[in-house]
């Protein structure tokens, strides 16, 4: 049972804007730095979002990611077919003596 | 170019110990930068932090899993390993091992092998 919660679902037409929620609390969100990742079934998950709002190399603009308290988005601009995929947020959560937790994942469909 | 590589048994038998390694190329194992994790995700479900260490063997453990698990490097070889006791159904998964950089003291995945299947059946 993740301490990170995400809407199971998400979905739009391509060109249209698609947001993602992410909550958590002060030990998690509130105290460090959002990451979200991508992954199409059947593959490995792909960083796709660094330190709240960092793109690594190659991910695409339309992609941006936000944190504000004790929770964080992730919105994807002129959504494309191949972003439908499951997408996680993730985070150092600092109680416990320190852990990585994942959010429960989203998935996107493009309709 | 970093590479993550698991292996180990695909099949672990109910009671038993589940063990894998990671083989890390491209980079050294011996990183100050650098955690190294492993990350599992049942079929059909969501992603599940296992547990992390460093070179030096500083190590990370979940909550929930955290009594059953052994996790250790070898930085001679440039491996990372994990045992998990007394498996049940419930562990099984796809095992990836994952590179865990340390930036300002936050803990981030940014790097994953391709995963290996482990089934728990007798």
Redesign the interface.
């Known amino acids: 049972q993740s301490v990170l919660t995400q809407p199971p679902s998400a979905s739009g037409t391509p060109g249209q804007r698609v947001t993602i929620s992410c909550s958590g609390s002060n030990s998690n969100i509130g105290s460090s730095t959002v990451n979200w990742y991508q992954q199409v079934p059947g593959t490995a998950p792909k960083v796709l979002i660094q330190s709240n709002n960092q793109r690594p190399s190659g991910v695409p603009g339309r992609f941006s990611g936000s944190k504000s308290g004790t929770s964080a988005s992730l919105a994807i601009s002129g959504l494309q077919s191949e972003d439908e995929a499951d997408y996680y947020c993730a985070v150092w959560d600092d109680s416990l003596n320190g852990h990585y937790v994942f959010g429960t994942g989203t998935k996107v469909t493009v309709l | 170019q970093l590479q993550l590589q698991e292996s180990g048994p695909g099949l672990v038998k109910p009671s038993e110990t589940l063990s894998l390694t990671c083989t890390v190329s491209g980079d050294s194992i011996s990183s100050n930068d650098y955690y190294w994790?492993w990350?599992r995700q049942p079929p059909g479900k969501?992603?599940?932090?296992i547990a992390?260490i460093y070179y030096s063997g500083n190590t990370?453990?979940?909550?929930s899993l955290r009594s059953r698990l052994t996790i250790s490097v070898d930085t001679s070889t440039d491996q990372f390993s994990l045992k998990l006791t007394s498996v049940t159904a419930a562990d099984a998964a796809v095992y990836?091992c994952a590179r865990?950089a340390i930036?300002?003291g936050?803990?981030?995945?940014?790097?994953?092998?391709?995963?290996t299947l482990v089934t728990v059946s007798s």
């Open positions: 994790a990350i969501g992603l599940e932090w992390s990370y453990y979940s909550p990836y865990e930036w300002s936050f803990h981030q995945v940014d790097a994953w092998g391709q995963g």
